[in-house]
């Protein structure tokens, strides 16, 4: 497979908004960035009930979406189903899991998600690496953490057996098999449109405060962590 070939799942319902859309054009704008020859095809897992065949890429992305990543939907449940196929019979072509996808990842191998006890989170924060972390996210050796925009209402509460933590507070794995990767935060969201979800469209989260007093001036990592992804796949 010479030519880097890439799927996303789309998982989220149909909620009458343009949320599908804008999840397509953050993959596709954000890998253009840093593999412009990449082919991307996007999946619908929800509706279409449709899956890719894993062997014919090098990346499956499972986006984030707007559903319970532990309710028995039975959409919810073949995507768990997927992944775990994917990692036992198709090895070599790894999973990403992002927001979403990192909670259904995790409950596919046995760990545990829930709501986040304190309320929905909508930050661009800083996010603390463990020693693995450092050592698997070189870029961030020196500051130990990466920076990232957070969107979710649910959360790992347990990690699943047999995945290495790389961040704290359950926000970043990698399973020991080194073929599935996750993260809770969204490497894919420019840090533009981070600023935007922040200070024009959530209302309730930013309190009418500046973007100073909120500290999203500074630039967010995605690309870094996704050039990060690209590295990952061929080890």
């Known amino acids: 497979m010479s030519k880097l070939k890439i799927a996303v ?38 509706v279409e009930r449709k899956f890719p065949d894993a ?36 090895p070599k072509t790894k999973i990403l899991g992002i927001c979403w996808g990192h909670q259904a990842v995790s409950r596919a ?50 990690p699943p057996p047999s995945f290495i933590s790389l961040a704290v507070n359950q926000e970043c794995f990698v399973n020991d098999a080194n073929n599935v990767l996750t993260f809770q935060a969204h490497p894919e969201i420019s840090h533009e449109l981070a600023r935007k979800i922040i200070l024009e469209e959530d209302k309730k989260h930013n309190r009418n405060s500046s973007a100073k007093e909120l500290g999203i001036d500074q630039p967010t990592e995605g690309l870094k962590l996704l050039e990060r992804v690209l590295q990952w796949l061929a080890e």
């Open 55 to 90: 062997s014919k890429y090098n990346l499956v992305v499972l986006s984030g979406g707007k559903i319970d990543a532990a309710c028995s939907e039975p959409w919810v449940l073949e995507v768990l189903d997927y992944v775990r196929i994917t990692a036992r019979d198709v």
């Open 9 to 46: 799942l789309i998982n989220t319902p149909p909620d009458g908004t343009d949320f599908q859309s804008v999840v397509q054009e953050c993959f596709k704008e954000a890998f253009a960035s840093i593999a412009p020859t990449a082919e991307i095809n996007f999946y619908d897992p929800v």
């Open 109 to 158: 191998f046995g760990g545990q998600v829930r709501a986040v006890p304190t309320g929905e989170i909508t930050a661009i924060e800083d996010i603390r690496l463990t020693e693995a972390g450092k050592k698997f996210f070189p870029f961030a050796m020196s500051s130990g953490s990466y920076r990232a925009i957070e969107l979710h209402s649910g959360e790992v509460d347990t």
